[in-house]
């Protein structure tokens, strides 16, 4: 299957293509060789290639749709994560790391903890829709707080943000972040639908 998607996908001047595009892949697992079709963004041959891949297990296994299944007890439930969360199918977005100081108009937010979280949530909630996404395909992500005490306030907070179900999750203390104003540093992974 690589010799084919590389070939269909080939850029003669090796460089970096941002483009869309559909690849033909071939698997022998599908009766008579038949084609599948798939809708991909190329950033760069490796991931193209690694795309692709994805696409014809995702299509052979007969799954168009991202499926999410959330594993969580009552102790999870009410601290706002899941133990697991199993994901079948789509496109994995990687979020980088987000602090809610400044506001969006520019003022500092400093010592004011639940605003800092709704900005980092609002951020987020940006850098998804960019993406195609939503803060409901997060499948996990990390949060540091600089005092351990903020730790049930951004439990409670981080509740407003989700309705099918709460991603995993780690809350870390650490000494400081990367901006002495901020308090809270969210980042996460989402899976979306392809």
Not at 149 to 169: A, H, M, N
């Amino acid at each position: 299957m690589r010799t084919k998607v590389e070939h269909l996908l080939q850029n003669p001047a090796g460089r970096r293509a941002d483009f869309r595009t559909t690849a033909i892949l071939y698997s022998p697992g599908l009766p008579n060789r038949q084609p599948l079709q798939a809708p991909i963004l190329v950033l760069s041959w490796q991931y193209a290639v690694a795309r692709c891949f994805d696409i014809g297990i995702a299509r052979e296994r007969g799954v168009g749709t991202v499926s999410r299944e959330y594993f969580s007890g009552e102790r999870e439930s009410s601290r706002s994560y899941s133990r697991a969360v199993k994901v079948r199918g789509g496109t994995t977005v990687y979020l980088a790391g987000v602090g809610g100081t400044p506001n969006s108009q520019g003022r500092s937010l400093a010592g004011d903890f639940p605003s800092q979280v709704h900005r980092a949530f609002e951020r987020m909630r940006e850098n998804l829709g960019v993406a195609g996404g939503t803060l409901d395909d997060i499948v996990t992500m990390t949060v540091f707080i600089t005092d351990s005490r903020y730790g049930d306030q951004f439990i409670e907070l981080r509740k407003q943000y989700f309705t099918r179900g709460y991603p995993c999750s780690a809350l870390i203390g650490v000494h400081s972040l990367a901006n002495p104003d901020m308090l809270v540093e969210i980042q996460a992974i989402a899976v979306l639908d392809d």
